[in-house]
């Protein structure tokens, strides 16, 4: 089937005016063009693109597909005359990023920052899940980078790359109504205690380094979303690990003291990619921000 991009405009111009006969108007041609035209443009599809509602024409499911892939074809096409005629584009640059729930909002937004501080207008649009189904959905190039505390997993089979952005150590914090006394980390002995979930790598390690510390905190939860961990440690259902960069943001928002630091342990935080080298402005720039950093 081969496009007929004018009877596709037709389409979008009724889908904006709402009317056959107004759309005609826009267009300087008669109502019964137009309706010719659109039923030419719904024969090729095969399929309904329009439905009558009343006095209007409103877009089936069909419809409002084509409708999104025809305002994009119509941008670009705008887009290409300006930059032709040397007039710089003002179309935003579009950042669909994936979050897994293991990263703080905190510092999410620490680590997104860059992208929107560079010269043109940037889209951005965030989504929160699993590492497995975001990495699922970068695959298929539904989210252009993930944010994740951890590379990609070569047993994903997934050809994807990772890009270090950001290490921290951990803070260990707790709610005043917690009463802490006593020197770090004895002061951990029988602390109510609040984990990532078992799954995580975090989790494991963390009573690797409660075994070698010889302290035995009364865990009191575990949580897969970091932000739902902060809220009870807030509370003061137990005290909880973050990582130190975001630090004075916990104390401060959350109202948390920091009752020691473990030096020993690491998170790494990268943006995952299905590139190596990465062509989106906004994402070369979150990238950079973490290489000017390391400088």
């Not at 309904?48 to 074809?73: F, M, N």
């Not at 409660?210 to 939860?221: A, L, N, R, W, Y």
């Not at 961990?229 to 909880?240: D, R």
Request: a negative charge.
């Amino acid at each position: 089937m081969k496009l007929n991009f004018k009877h596709l405009y037709y389409f979008l111009v009724v889908t904006e005016e709402g009317s056959i006969t107004k759309a005609a108007e826009r267009l300087h041609l008669t109502p019964q063009t137009v309706s010719s035209q659109l039923s030419h443009l719904e024969q090729s599809f095969g399929q309904p693109l329009l439905t009558r509602q009343g006095r209007h024409w409103v877009v089936t499911d069909s419809g409002a597909v084509v409708v999104e892939y025809a305002k994009d074809i119509f941008e670009l096409g705008k887009e290409l005359s300006d930059v032709m005629r040397g007039t710089p584009s003002h179309r935003p640059i579009e950042l669909i990023v994936g979050i897994t729930d293991a990263i703080p909002k905190a510092l999410a937004y620490k680590l997104i920052q860059p992208a929107l501080n560079i010269e043109q207008e940037v889209n951005i649009k965030c989504f929160e899940g699993t590492y497995q189904d975001l990495v699922g959905r970068l695959a298929v190039h539904s989210l252009d980078v993930v944010l994740a505390d951890r590379p990609i997993d070569n047993q994903l089979h997934i050809k994807a790359y990772s890009h270090l952005l950001k290490h921290s150590t951990l803070s260990v914090l707790g709610s005043p109504k917690l009463n802490v006394t006593g020197s770090f980390p004895e002061n951990l002995n029988q602390l109510p205690f609040l984990l990532p979930s078992e799954h995580h790598w975090l989790s494991r390690v963390l009573y690797e380094w409660f075994d070698e510390q010889d302290v035995s905190p009364i865990i009191k939860g575990q949580f897969d979303d970091s932000a739902l961990m902060k809220t009870f440690a807030k509370a003061g259902i137990g005290a909880c690990c973050m990582p130190t960069v975001i630090e004075k943001n916990l104390t401060e928002e959350y109202d948390l003291k920091v009752l020691g630091h473990i030096d020993t342990i690491s998170e790494h935080y990268y943006a995952l990619t299905v590139e190596r080298k990465i062509t989106n402005p906004a994402i070369q720039a979150i990238c950079q921000s973490a290489i000017d950093k390391e400088d």
